[in-house]
């Protein structure tokens, strides 16, 4: 009890009524399902590393107790999912950039300049509280404010074959003050390339290097939540509509897509001829891309 009492602290500022009323509930969900955390502490405990992510993001106690991730998903899954993300970079990632992961710091993966007025975007993996619905991490685009241009969240686990995969849990665009002049650059400077693209690209080429097998998106039907619908039931965002443009399939559960390893690129032939220089010029960023990231997630990987 106690145990939950000081995590819940860690998460929850009890200043705030709101955040008040969410620590009671925390504490309630865990005595009523003393076994189950007890699962989670006992994994987190168990070793050293995890014992010291827990530490920097105590998120992880929270989220199994939450209806979070995915449309409803179940205790228990939450739980599995957790530790199969945490074991997974567990042995993937050298100790200190786990840590850095669960963390004020970022691994910064790619980079490329602007203009003078924005500085340069940068392509970088973190964990942030504010993810904690959606994903176990998060790939960001971002400019040197922080402020974040496109960002998409996801865990590592599992999938029904035991393969391991890459699950988006939501893609989310800018909501900042000019958002749209930053995506007109942003877009002009990848060659017509949308900015939501190139961050599933990044996804993309993360998960290959990573070694994952396969990569699955939530769709409408499996969002989490409601708030991507309006009052009217219509839909802000279609995460369905995107994931199947980026060549997508339906799965037998509505809840998920599953999305290629590798994006599919026009030949010569099917381009027009006015638009075969633009398309190469994009296709040596794409790459450039590629290979940053398999470089700089190489140097932290065991």
């Not at 590393?49 to 205790?75: G, I």
């Not at 975007?121 to 040197?144: C, D, I, N």
């Amino acid at each position: 009890m106690q145990k939950f009492i000081e995590l819940g602290k860690k998460i929850y500022d009890l200043n705030n009524p709101r955040e008040a009323h969410r620590f009671a509930v925390f504490i309630a969900r865990c005595l009523l399902n003393r076994r189950r955390m007890k699962r989670v502490v006992e994994f987190f405990d168990g070793d050293e590393l995890l014992r010291q992510v827990a530490e920097n993001f105590p998120y992880v106690y929270e989220q199994p107790t939450r209806a979070f991730f995915y449309h409803r998903s179940t205790f228990d899954e939450r739980v599995r999912l957790i530790e199969d993300h945490m074991k997974f970079l567990r042995a993937k990632l050298q100790p200190q950039a786990l840590l850095d992961l669960y963390s004020d710091r970022t691994l910064d993966l790619w980079s490329m300049p602007l203009d003078d007025r924005l500085g340069s975007m940068s392509l970088v993996l973190r964990a942030e509280p504010g993810q904690r619905k959606e994903g176990l991490a998060a790939l960001m685009l971002r400019l040197p404010d922080g402020e974040s241009i496109y960002q998409i969240m996801f865990w590592i686990a599992r999938d029904r074959s035991g393969d391991w995969s890459m699950w988006i849990g939501a893609l989310q665009g800018p909501n900042m003050d000019g958002a749209k002049d930053i995506i007109k650059v942003i877009t002009k400077k990848c060659h017509a390339y949308r900015t939501k693209n190139l961050i599933l690209y990044a996804a993309q080429a993360t998960a290959r290097t990573l070694g994952l097998e396969k990569i699955y998106a939530v769709t409408n039907e499996g969002y989490y939540a409601n708030n991507h619908v309006r009052s009217d039931r219509k839909l802000k965002t279609s995460f369905s509509d995107f994931w199947q443009e980026a060549g997508g399939v339906h799965t037998d559960d509505a809840r998920f897509d599953e999305l290629p390893l590798v994006e599919k690129r026009k030949t010569v032939e099917e381009i027009p001829s006015h638009k075969r220089a633009t398309y190469r010029r994009r296709f040596a960023l794409l790459d450039a891309l590629d290979e940053a990231v398999e470089k700089n997630l190489a140097g932290v990987m065991i």
